[in-house]
Nanobody
Framework: QVHLVDSGGGLVQAGGSLRLSCAASGYTFSHYPIVMGWFRQAPGKEREFVAAISWSGGSTYYADSVKGRFTISRDNAKNTVYLQMNSLKPEDTADYYC?????????????????WGQGTQVTVSS
């Protein structure tokens, strides 16, 4: 059983930056393939894909809305995934969730992910 804990959210002005972290336990990243992703959900909206990273970290995939502004990375030695968010916009305001999918292929659909963090709130003021 994988347990994920998200952190790093907060209130930031437009144009600012935040770094989200997702610490995993109950699973050793370096031993078994697991894809990590970030999703977000704004009030009244569907949960949407933000970014994902392969087990090795060699492949990443981003939603068009964040491409060039957000960077996903992982440290398998620390069982941790990060989402560096730069040039934040008010439309980035949402609850952000880290997710894990056991396997090799990167997926962008949230039902395909097996485990979820509790979420961390990001608010970008204009």
């Amino acid at each position: 059983q994988v347990h994920l804990v998200d952190s790093g959210g907060g209130l930031v002005q437009a144009g600012g930056s935040l770094r989200l972290s997702c610490a995993a336990s109950g699973y050793t990243f370096s031993h078994y393939p697991i894809v990590m992703g970030w999703f977000r959900q704004a009030p009244g909206k569907e949960r949407e894909f933000v970014a994902a990273i392969s087990w090795s970290g060699g492949s990443t995939y981003y939603a068009d809305s964040v491409k060039g502004r957000f960077t996903i990375s992982r440290d398998n030695a620390k069982n941790t995934v990060y989402l560096q968010m730069n040039s934040l916009k008010p439309e980035d305001t949402a609850d952000y969730y880290c997710a894990a999918d056991q396997g090799l292929a990167i997926k962008t659909s949230y039902p395909m992910y097996d485990y979820w963090g509790q979420g961390t709130q990001v608010t970008v003021s204009s």
